[in-house]
Structures are given as structure tokens and as C-alpha cells.
């Protein structure tokens, strides 16, 4: 056992530590910040690869608020991404240019970096920064038992293995799965599904961590998530990978009483699944490294307090890994640690309705293990996908709101509201029907647009019409028409019976072939209440030209699209000629009809309708 204070003193009560993780040293730090002198006790960090690799938003935020010098650790996440049976889908986060004034003052983000971090440099880097403060005493040891008080529900004492024992006035349990505080105390664990069995390991480039592979791949800045099922696989399980800069962290979650195969069995079987999706994970990263393996449950407990003690990050909680919220527990505790011990039911109160949160998760994200991933429907995916973005806004929410604003700038609810409706506009999913090996190529293929992670963030002024919008009738006549305002059959007395619609390099014919494209643009389920609000209508030579904006609701929430433009010849006072861009109509249709060979069917197809409806001469 070492001291690294000389003025400990036996018979002194002080907060007390036990585990010396990222969540021990997190709670460590944030007493030292607050001039409170402290035990810290546990085991340094070693070299083995440790779970917690990407953080969820909160996690984001907190890591990089109390660790600002270490962040050379930290890589950036720009989506997180989902093999699920005959689709990919992709969970994005679109950066603002800008919030709303009063987010900054109130502490809101208005805009948040994903992360994924490297753990073993990481906790590697944190223990001696944190131990070197001088409001810290770390003794290197492990407890054994505690001096606690049923009746009073406190912790007079915790002793440790090398027969010391340490006085508390509070105890913060940071010994993630061993739950020491709570075994100790009888809290009721409260377990959540069956046990999981996890392997995985770290991958590198030509066996040196330090060296990146030559060209980095297109997967690189995101979380990957795979289902393997038994109809394609030789296991059923969850897999992942998390690429760290010069490696990659690979894994996978099954079920133990299923598979018995050698944890380098299982992680040769996520190797061949990832491959087959479009990612080769061994042709960039070559060399394995010792597989990890792990037995582990979820759970939560009855409470995550009592009058002196808090069981901190994974000591209470722990709910299925694509949440990604295993660090943020921790280091949402960290962040309330100092008020913890200025009112220590009021503050530990905070935390617990931050877990239950946390734990609610765990039920919407069952269905990734559950159910098998081929016959789920795209309703079905957009439903539960939309769950999981909704829940963590919600969580976000909670997070923010643990910083209280001054009385001058406390709103009540609204701004709060606000926040987590941007915050859900701001994180889109997109969902690619492909065959396995062409997923990768549709959730990574560069797209040539701006990247919101390392370009300047785009700004989407929302369009209103203005007053008094001057063009011809006949226009304006199709904007409504567009808009769900007026009926198709308008169109007769707004288009000629020849009118031509070029869309990009595709051209449909006619009055009937128009009112197809309508229907199909107004069918679509992507978007409700959907509307083209004109912004400005202006001659250009013989054309008009209409500048305006999509608007409608994306679930409960409002959306738009980039400001576009649409062209329009006139014959008399009717239409005789429009043209438009596919891109500008994706907001209400999807990217689907983005490729050519996909669009060429579509207009295939809104031909023979038109046909169809075309009467007789």
C-alpha cells in the first residue's frame, strides 16, 4: 500500500474513493477542483483493453469539460451506423451554425462533438494527473469490508485488504461491476435480461499501435454496429467496431448458453460478417491482439444512494453497449461529486433520476438482440430507430438541466423544450434497404456534400412567404397544388396539355404525367403536412424563377429543406415548361431517387400512370 500524502490522519473522517477507473479518477479530479482533500483508493490502470470506447452525447461533453488536456485521445464520432439484416442504417449528427441566443447562457450546446476515446492511453494518462494533485491520497489497495450502520444507513469506515482501515464521511463507490458498496450495504440489485458474454480486442496496423494504416477507410469515424443471426452466421450475437485513431477496438455480445466458441473463434466470425458488409477490417488493421473475454449482466439498482454513499457510473447501472453510456454515468457523477457533499440527499436525488433515464434505455434497444433482422419492416425500423434518437434528446435534457441557471434566465421548461426539439432535428437517421455487400458503400460512400464535422456548419434559415408575392397565377397556382392546398385536377386550368417537366436529365410529358410526379412527391410517408413555401418568384428572361423551401413535420417534429429553385416557361397564362433538380425533392421522397437507375424507374412508372389517365381523343 502506498500514501502518496504525508498528512494523512488515521482518525480523520474524508470522502472516500474505492476504484481507481476513468470513474474514480473522474470523481477524484472534480473534488480536487473543488479544494476537497480526498481518498482515493484502488489499482492503477493497466495496458488491457477496457470496454467504454464511444461515448453518447453527455459522455461527449463531460470528457472533454473535465479532461481538456487529454483529448489528444479522443477521436471524432461523425454517425453511428447499423447492420441489421437486409439494411444499413445511420444514426448522423448535424453540427448548427448557430443556436439560439439564449443557449449559450443558459449552458445548452448548440452543437455537440461524438466521441470515440482510447481508453487505454487515456486512463493511462488520467491516474497520475489526478494522484499528483495534493487534495489527493491514493492508496494503492482494495476494500475488504465496511463499517456500516443499517439504522442510520451510513459508512463510518472501510476496511482494507492490507488490514488499514479509513475513516468516511462519504463513500463513492467507482468499483463498476464488482458493486462492492452495494453488496456490502444489501442495496436489491435488480438484473436486467439474461447474461451476456463479451469478446473482443484491439486491432493494429503492422503490430504497432502507434502506426496508422496507409489510407485510412471509409468506416473510420464511426461506431459500427453488426447483428449476426444463425440464418447467415455461425453465431447470433451483437458486434461492433470503434476505430481509435491508429486501431480499432472489435467485439461482440452473445448469449453464453448458445455459443462456447473460443473468444478468437468468435472474433474470426465478427471479422468475416464485417467483410462481408464492405469492411475488412483485418486488410487495414492486420494484427490481433489478445482477445478479451467477459461474462457480464446488465442491471440497475433500487436506489443509487444513501445518507453518505453513492454508487457511481457502472457500480449502479449498466444497460446494453450501444447505448453508449457506460463513461457517462461515471462521469455525470464526477460532475455532481463536490455538491454531493454539500447536500447529500437533495444532489444524490439528481443522479438517481439521471440513472433511471440511463435504465430506461436498455428496453428500447432489446429488439437489436431480439428479433431477427431479415423480415423487420421499414415502418418497424423507422419506429424503433425514431425511440432511440428520442430517448437520448430526452437524456441530453436531463443532462443539461443538472447545471440549474440563474433566476434572470430560468424559463421554466420552454427553453428546455426547445433545445431538445432542435436537438432531435439535428440528429437524422437514415435507413438504406441493400444487399450485405453493398451496406458499407451506402452508409460510408462520400457523398461530395460539405462535411459538418470538419467544414464550416451549414445554416437553414427557415423560408416564410412573404406578403404580397407577385408572378404569374398559374405559378402560384402549382406552388398550392405542390403545397396540398389545391387538388390535382387544378391543373388542367394552370398547365397546357403538352407541358413539359424536366427533372435534371428525365423528362415527363403532359398534364397527367404532371399530376403523377404530384402524387408521388405528396404520397411519400417520409414527411407530414408537407408544404412548398415560396420565398420569391422573379422573371428572368423568358423564364420565371421560383425560389422556395420544403417544410413539413418529421414525426412530432417541424423540418425543412435547403432553399431551392424551380424554373417555369409560360404559354399565355399557363405553365408550358418546369424544370427541377431530384436532389431538391429528396426532403419529401428520400434519397432513394437519388441514383439514376432507381429514378429512371420512377419516371417508368409515372409515365404509365399518366398514360393511364390521359382520356381518350
Given at each position: ?14 470522502p ?77 449528427s ?90 456490502q ?20 496496423a ?23 443471426d ?94 453508449a ?18 447536500a ?66 430560468a ?34 460512400a ?18 416564410t ?7 404569374p397565377?398559374a ?122 437507375v ?20
Open positions: 500500500m502506498a500514501v502518496n500524502q504525508p498528512s494523512f490522519q488515521a482518525n480523520t473522517a474524508y472516500v474513493i474505492l476504484g481507481a477507473g476513468l470513474t474514480g479518477v473522474a470523481i477524484s479530479g472534480a473534488l480536487s477542483a473543488a479544494g476537497i482533500t480526498h481518498v482515493l483508493v484502488g489499482d492503477p490502470p493497466s495496458q488491457t483493453p477496457r470496454l467504454g470506447e464511444s461515448l453518447n452525447t453527455e459522455g461527449s461533453l463531460e470528457i472533454a469539460r473535465q479532461f481538456p488536456a487529454l483529448m489528444n485521445f479522443c477521436f471524432p464520432k461523425k454517425q453511428q451506423a447499423l447492420f441489421f439484416g437486409g439494411n444499413a442504417i445511420s444514426f448522423d448535424i453540427q448548427y451554425a448557430q443556436g439560439h441566443a439564449y443557449y449559450r447562457l443558459l449552458g445548452y450546446p448548440a452543437t455537440v462533438q461524438l466521441l470515440h476515446v482510447d481508453r487505454v492511453g487515456f486512463d493511462t494518462a488520467a491516474f497520475p494527473a489526478a494522484i499528483a494533485d495534493p487534495h489527493c491520497m491514493f492508496l494503492e489497495d482494495r476494500a475488504v469490508s465496511l463499517d456500516y450502520d443499517p439504522p442510520s444507513d451510513w459508512i463510518r469506515g472501510v476496511l482494507l485488504a492490507s488490514g488499514k482501515s479509513v475513516l468516511s464521511s462519504y463513500v463513492f463507490d467507482a468499483t463498476n461491476h464488482a458493486r462492492f458498496v452495494a453488496r450495504v444489501g442495496v436489491r440489485c435488480k438484473l436486467i435480461g439474461k447474461p451476456r458474454r463479451v469478446a473482443f480486442a484491439h486491432y493494429s503492422l503490430g504497432d499501435r502507434a502506426a496508422a494504416p496507409a489510407q485510412q477507410p471509409n468506416w473510420i469515424h464511426a461506431t459500427s454496429l453488426l447483428r449476426l444463425l440464418t447467415k452466421d455461425p453465431v447470433d450475437g451483437l458486434a461492433w467496431t470503434i476505430p481509435l485513431g491508429s486501431y480499432v477496438s472489435v467485439g461482440i455480445s452473445v448469449d453464453p448458453r448458445n455459443t462456447g466458441a473460443a473468444a478468437g473463434g468468435l472474433l474470426d466470425w465478427v471479422e468475416k460478417a464485417f467483410a462481408r458488409r464492405g469492411m475488412d477490417v483485418r486488410r487495414d488493421f492486420p494484427t490481433r491482439g489478445t482477445p478479451v473475454d467477459l461474462r457480464y449482466e446488465h442491471y440497475n439498482h433500487e436506489r443509487c444512494y444513501g445518507q453518505n454513499w453513492l454508487l457511481a457510473g457502472m457500480s449502479c447501472c449498466q444497460v446494453w453497449f450501444p447505448s453510456a457506460g463513461v457517462a454515468t461515471g462521469l455525470v457523477a464526477a460532475r455532481l461529486a463536490a455538491d454531493v457533499l454539500k447529500p440527499v437533495r444532489a444524490a436525488q439528481v443522479y438517481q433520476l439521471y440513472i433511471d433515464e440511463v435504465a430506461a434505455i436498455h428496453a428500447g434497444l432489446e429488439w437489436l438482440v431480439r428479433d431477427d433482422p431479415w423480415p423487420v419492416t421499414l415502418q418497424q425500423l423507422q419506429q424503433r430507430t425514431q425511440a432511440m434518437v428520442s430517448g437520448n434528446v430526452l437524456r441530453l435534457g436531463d443532462y443539461v438541466a443538472l447545471r440549474n441557471p440563474p433566476d434572470e434566465l424559463f421554466g421548461d420552454a427553453a428546455l423544450r426547445l433545445f431538445e426539439r432542435d436537438r432531435r432535428l439535428a440528429s437524422p437517421v437514415r435507413i438504406a434497404t441493400a444487399l450485405p455487400q453493398s451496406q458499407a458503400t451506402r452508409l460510408f462520400a457523398t461530395g456534400q460539405p462535411d459538418p464535422w470538419t467544414d464550416a456548419p451549414i445554416a437553414v434559415p427557415v423560408v412567404r412573404p406578403d404580397g408575392l407577385r408572378g397565377m405559378i402560384l397556382g402549382l406552388v398550392d397544388i405542390l403545397s396540398g392546398r389545391l387538388g390535382t385536377e387544378a391543373s388542367a386550368g394552370l398547365v397546357t396539355a403538352d407541358v413539359k417537366v424536366e427533372i435534371d436529365q428525365f423528362q415527363l410529358t403532359g398534364a397527367a404525367q404532371w399530376n403523377s410526379w404530384v402524387t408521388f412527391l405528396r404520397g411519400a410517408a417520409r414527411v407530414n403536412e408537407l408544404e412548398l413555401v415560396p420565398a420569391a418568384l422573379e422573371a428572368s428572361g423568358a423564364e420565371w424563377v421560383l425560389t422556395a423551401q420544403w417544410q413539413g413535420l418529421m414525426g412530432a417534429e417541424g423540418a425543412v429543406s435547403p432553399q431551392l429553385t424551380m424554373n417555369f416557361q409560360m404559354s399565355g397564362d399557363k405553365v408550358s415548361e418546369i424544370r427541377m433538380q431530384r436532389a431538391d425533392c429528396t426532403f419529401a421522397v428520400g434519397d432513394e431517387i437519388l441514383p439514376q432507381a429514378f429512371a424507374v420512377v419516371v417508368g412508372r409515372l409515365a404509365a400512370a399518366g398514360a393511364r389517365q390521359t382520356p381518350p381523343q
